[in-house]
C-alpha cells in the first residue's frame, strides 16, 4: 500500500468541513475589508526565499524542500506565502504604481522539512494577507481588527500581543545597545544565542530557553528607545486598539528579526491548545520589496496557520437539509431523475438508484442528513405522485410529480 508522506496528511469529512469552514470565512472577511485573491505557484527559485526569509532563519537554513529541478535549477517549495506575494507583486511592476493601494489574500499548502512531532506537518496550511502602498499604521491596526473578525467568526477567543520593531533610524542604535548588553553576558546565553549575537542578535529576544528569557528581563527595550516617528504611530496604534475595546499586551520580546520589518509586530495566540500557541502572525514590513529588486513600498500583511484554526474552530451546526429520492420498484427510477434534476437548482439531492423498501429508503436518507425523504412506489408510480417525509417535523404528504 502507497502511503501519504511523512509529516503529511489528507482532509476528508469532518477535517475537510472545518478546513473549507476556515478559508470561506477569512475568505468572506478579508473580501470585506477589500483584499483580493492571488494566486503565486508552490514552486519558485531558491533564492527568492534565502533573500526574504532571510539564510540565517532556521527555516532557509534546516527546514526547506529544496532541490534541482530538471532543468539544473535550484528550486524550492514555498515555506510560507509572502515571499511569493511580494515577488509577484515586482515581477508584475505594480511597485511603480505608487499612488495605488494592492491588497491581496491567499490561502494555500507551505512545506517545511522538519521532524515531524504534534501539531507540526510537512505539509500545512496558511490563509494570510498582503498590503502594499499604504504606510498608515491605521492600516496596521485596520488588518488586526480584520483578524479579530476573522476569529470572533469562527468562535475563537484569542490574545494579541503587539511590539514595534522601530525603523532604520532607531533599530540600529538599539541594535548596538542590546549587542553590547548580550556580549556582557555572553556566557550565560545559550549556543545558539551566542551564534546570534554575531548573526541575528534581534533573534535572541524570542529565545525559548528559561535562563536566556531570566537574563533578558534586563535588556535594553526598543519601545522605550523608539524615534519620534515609530514612537507616535505606536501611541496611536494603542489608541485605536483601546477605542475599539480590543485587548492587548505589550510583549517587548516580539520579534521578527529580519531587517525588512519595522514597525507594528503582532501575534494572536490561543491557551486552548498548549501554551500561548501563536494563531497567526504579522506586521509591517516596509523593506521588502526593495530587497526583492522593487522601487521602495510600504507594506504590511499576516499569516494564519489553519491547522491551529482547525483545533479550535467552533462549527457551526450542520442542518438537515435537501432531498433524499428513491423508489420501491425498478420501473419508476427513471422518474427519479427528471424530479432530482428538478431539485437541485435550489437544493441538495441524493438518488439512490436500486429499488428498496420505504424503511431503507429512510435509513438511507437519515445516513446523508436529508430533510426529506422521498420515495415513489407501487400506487404513487400509476398515480404520477411521489411521497414525501419531513424528517424534522415528522410530517408526511403525497404530491404531484409536477409540484415537487
Ligand atoms: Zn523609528
Ligand atoms: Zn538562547
Same mark, same amino acid.
Given at each position: 500500500?502507497?502511503?501519504?508522506?511523512?509529516?503529511?496528511? *489528507?482532509?476528508? @469529512?469532518?477535517?475537510?468541513?472545518?478546513?473549507?469552514?476556515? !478559508?470561506?470565512?477569512?475568505?468572506?472577511?478579508?473580501?470585506?475589508?477589500?483584499? &483580493?485573491?492571488?494566486?503565486?505557484?508552490?514552486?519558485?527559485?531558491?533564492?527568492?526565499?534565502?533573500?526574504?526569509?532571510?539564510?540565517?532563519?532556521?527555516?532557509? %537554513?534546516?527546514?526547506?524542500?529544496? @532541490?534541482?529541478?530538471k %532543468?539544473?535549477?535550484?528550486?524550492?517549495?514555498? +515555506?510560507?506565502?509572502?515571499?511569493?506575494?511580494?515577488?509577484? @507583486?515586482?515581477?508584475?511592476?505594480?511597485?511603480?504604481?505608487?499612488?495605488?493601494k494592492f /491588497?491581496? #489574500?491567499? #490561502?494555500?499548502?507551505?512545506?517545511?522539512?522538519?521532524?515531524?512531532?504534534?501539531?507540526?506537518?510537512?505539509?500545512?496550511?496558511?490563509?494570510?494577507?498582503? &498590503?502594499?502602498?499604504?504606510?498608515?499604521?491605521?492600516? *496596521?491596526?485596520?488588518?488586526?481588527?480584520?483578524?479579530?473578525?476573522?476569529?470572533?467568526? $469562527?468562535?475563537?477567543?484569542?490574545?494579541?500581543?503587539?511590539?514595534?520593531?522601530?525603523? +532604520?533610524?532607531?533599530?540600529?542604535?538599539?541594535?548596538?545597545?542590546?549587542?553590547?548588553?548580550l556580549?556582557?553576558?555572553? *556566557?550565560?546565553?545559550?549556543?545558539?544565542?551566542?551564534?546570534?549575537?554575531?548573526?541575528?542578535?534581534?533573534?535572541?529576544?524570542d529565545?525559548?530557553?528559561?535562563?536566556?528569557?531570566?537574563?533578558? !528581563?534586563?535588556? +535594553?527595550?526598543?519601545?522605550?528607545?523608539?524615534? &519620534?516617528?515609530?514612537?507616535?504611530?505606536?501611541?496611536k496604534?494603542?489608541?485605536?486598539?483601546?477605542?475599539?475595546?480590543?485587548?492587548?499586551?505589550?510583549?517587548?520580546?516580539?520579534?521578527?528579526?529580519l531587517?525588512?520589518?519595522?514597525?507594528?509586530?503582532?501575534?494572536?495566540?490561543?491557551?486552548?491548545?498548549?501554551?500561548?500557541?501563536?494563531?497567526? %502572525?504579522?506586521?509591517?514590513?516596509?523593506?521588502?520589496?526593495?530587497?526583492?529588486?522593487?522601487? &521602495?513600498?510600504?507594506?504590511?500583511?499576516?499569516?494564519?496557520?489553519?491547522?491551529?484554526?482547525?483545533?479550535?474552530?467552533?462549527?457551526?451546526?450542520?442542518?438537515?437539509?435537501?432531498?433524499? $429520492?428513491?423508489?420501491?420498484?425498478?420501473?419508476?427510477? *427513471?422518474?427519479?431523475?427528471?424530479?432530482?434534476?428538478?431539485?437541485?437548482?435550489t437544493?441538495k439531492?441524493?438518488?439512490?438508484?436500486?429499488?428498496?423498501?420505504l424503511?431503507?429508503?429512510? /435509513?438511507?436518507?437519515?445516513?446523508?442528513?436529508?430533510? #426529506?425523504?422521498?420515495?415513489?412506489?407501487?400506487?404513487? @408510480?400509476?398515480?404520477?405522485?411521489?411521497?414525501?417525509?419531513?424528517?424534522?417535523? /415528522?410530517?408526511?404528504?403525497?404530491?404531484?410529480?409536477?409540484?415537487?
Amino acid at each position: 500500500m502507497i502511503k501519504a508522506l511523512r509529516g503529511m496528511k *489528507d482532509l476528508t @469529512f469532518e477535517e475537510s468541513e472545518r478546513f473549507v469552514h476556515i !478559508v470561506t470565512t477569512a475568505t468572506t472577511i478579508a473580501k470585506r475589508y477589500g483584499y &483580493s485573491y492571488i494566486e503565486t505557484p508552490i514552486l519558485e527559485e531558491t533564492k527568492l526565499f534565502k533573500r526574504s526569509v532571510g539564510e540565517s532563519s532556521d527555516i532557509v %537554513g534546516k527546514e526547506m524542500y529544496q @532541490f534541482e529541478d530538471k %532543468g539544473g535549477n535550484d528550486v524550492c517549495m514555498r +515555506p510560507e506565502g509572502t515571499a511569493g506575494v511580494v515577488r509577484s @507583486f515586482v515581477q508584475a511592476k505594480l511597485d511603480r504604481r505608487q499612488n495605488e493601494k494592492f /491588497k491581496f #489574500y491567499y #490561502y494555500g499548502p507551505m512545506f517545511r522539512y522538519e521532524r515531524p512531532q504534534k501539531g507540526r506537518l510537512r505539509e500545512f496550511h496558511q490563509f494570510g494577507c498582503e &498590503s502594499f502602498g499604504e504606510a498608515s499604521v491605521y492600516e *496596521d491596526f485596520t488588518i488586526i481588527q480584520m483578524i479579530g473578525d476573522i476569529f470572533k467568526a $469562527l468562535g475563537i477567543g484569542y490574545k494579541l500581543k503587539i511590539n514595534s520593531l522601530g525603523c +532604520p533610524e532607531c533599530m540600529p542604535p538599539y541594535r548596538q545597545n542590546l549587542v553590547e548588553f548580550l556580549t556582557e553576558c555572553k *556566557d550565560e546565553l545559550c549556543e545558539d544565542c551566542n551564534r546570534r549575537i554575531e548573526t541575528n542578535p534581534i533573534r535572541v529576544l524570542d529565545c525559548k530557553n528559561e535562563k536566556c528569557q531570566s537574563l533578558l !528581563v534586563n535588556s +535594553p527595550k526598543l519601545i522605550k528607545n523608539l524615534c &519620534s516617528s515609530c514612537d507616535d504611530d505606536f501611541a496611536k496604534l494603542e489608541r485605536l486598539l483601546k477605542s475599539e475595546n480590543i485587548e492587548y499586551e505589550l510583549d517587548t520580546n516580539l520579534v521578527r528579526g529580519l531587517d525588512y520589518y519595522s514597525k507594528t509586530a503582532f501575534e494572536f495566540v490561543s491557551n486552548e491548545i498548549g501554551s500561548q500557541s501563536a494563531i497567526a %502572525g504579522g506586521g509591517r514590513y516596509d523593506r521588502l520589496v526593495e530587497f526583492l529588486d522593487g522601487k &521602495s513600498t510600504p507594506a504590511v500583511g499576516f499569516a494564519l496557520g489553519i491547522e491551529r484554526i482547525m483545533e479550535l474552530v467552533k462549527m457551526p451546526e450542520v442542518k438537515r437539509s435537501g432531498y433524499y $429520492l428513491g423508489a420501491m420498484d425498478e420501473e419508476a427510477i *427513471d422518474s427519479l431523475f427528471p424530479l432530482a434534476s428538478k431539485k437541485r437548482d435550489t437544493e441538495k439531492v441524493t438518488v439512490e438508484y436500486a429499488p428498496k423498501k420505504l424503511k431503507a429508503h429512510l /435509513k438511507n436518507a437519515d445516513r446523508v442528513n436529508a430533510r #426529506y425523504c422521498a420515495v415513489i412506489g407501487e400506487d404513487e @408510480f400509476k398515480d404520477r405522485t411521489i411521497w414525501i417525509k419531513d424528517l424534522v417535523e /415528522k410530517k408526511e404528504v403525497v404530491v404531484a410529480w409536477e409540484e415537487l
